[in-house]
């Protein structure tokens, strides 16, 4: 096993927080990490380093899961049923899905990270949710050293939540994901967000699989910064869900509110909106702050560190709180 020491992870995290890791070692087959679950069991996991903050430097031994790999396990005429490795990055998968008419997962086009990462949050946009596809998620346990496989059902989805998040946490190391996608009729999902002004825009009415991802890369493209030239990881807060009750009292105070039905006693609020109108949008702090196009989105301009940016979470977080009495939940995984 090639364990290397003092490695710097700048590269291995989208926000660019310049940390270290004791010690380091990439995997890069399912028989490789076993062998090591062996002989280490306090591990820390890196797939894409997209939905974390890292605040201090990592004495566990940092595992890079790279695995990777893309296989047909079967097929009929309306679906296809792949097993996608872990360490594939998602985007490019999404855009090889695309390539070969495979539809289903067009409007998650540029969400960074990789794919084992992908069911722990459930990732979603416009309109869409991953765990509408995944059929299975194999890990191995970390505890028997065995794999074994989850169904959709034992994964225990909801909003940017799963089991891996919750009783499953720290107990399991996802090796790949099981999805069912379209091969004709594909449900196309154009309704939620600016996807139908995208399209009108380029005067599509009747738009493929392709014209829905570009869309939606051209929308995220105009909000959210590239971690390759920002550090950054997204969206960094979940849009809170609020009681009716609640929202009526905003909505007399706060005409503009934006909402979206949840229930009939829910209802889903902009958590951007809420930063912006808190007056965040665009501040900086030096060499961090709130994206000038997206208040969802802390940002790390070059040499800020993690806890700087955390600090700065939960100054937002306390003024929403006391502006709107909305508690806004972090969705980044933070390391401290």
Known sequence: ???????????????????????????????????????????????????????????????????????????????VYLTVNAGENWHEFVLWSIEQGYGGIENLSLIPGNVGTCPIQNIGAYGVEV????????????ETNKLVSFSNEDCAFGYRNSVFKNDAKGKYIITSVGFQLSKSKHKLNTSYGAIEKELSKRNIQNPSLK???DAVIAIRQSKLPDPNEIGNSGSFFKNPIISIELFHELKSKYPTLPSYPVSDSEVKIPAGWLIEQSG??????????????QALVLVNYGNANGEEIYQLAQHIQNTVKENFKIGLEIEVNIIR
């Open 211 to 213: 014209d829905i991802s």
């Open 280 to 293: 965040f949008k665009g501040k900086r702090f030096g060499e961090y702050g709130v994206h000038e196009k």
């Open 131 to 142: 765990k509408d596809t995944i059929t299975k998620v194999e890990a191995i346990e970390i």
């Open 1 to 79: 096993m090639n364990i290397q020491e003092n490695i710097s992870l700048k590269k291995y995290n989208t926000f660019g927080v310049n940390v270290n890791a004791k010690r380091f070692i990439s995997v890069d087959s399912v028989y490789k990490l076993q062998q090591l679950l062996k002989d280490e069991k306090d591990l820390f996991l890196l797939s894409g380093g997209s939905n974390m903050l890292l605040t201090k430097n990592i004495e566990k031994l940092v595992v890079h899961l790279n695995i990777k790999g893309i296989s047909i396990d079967k097929e009929d005429d309306n679906f």
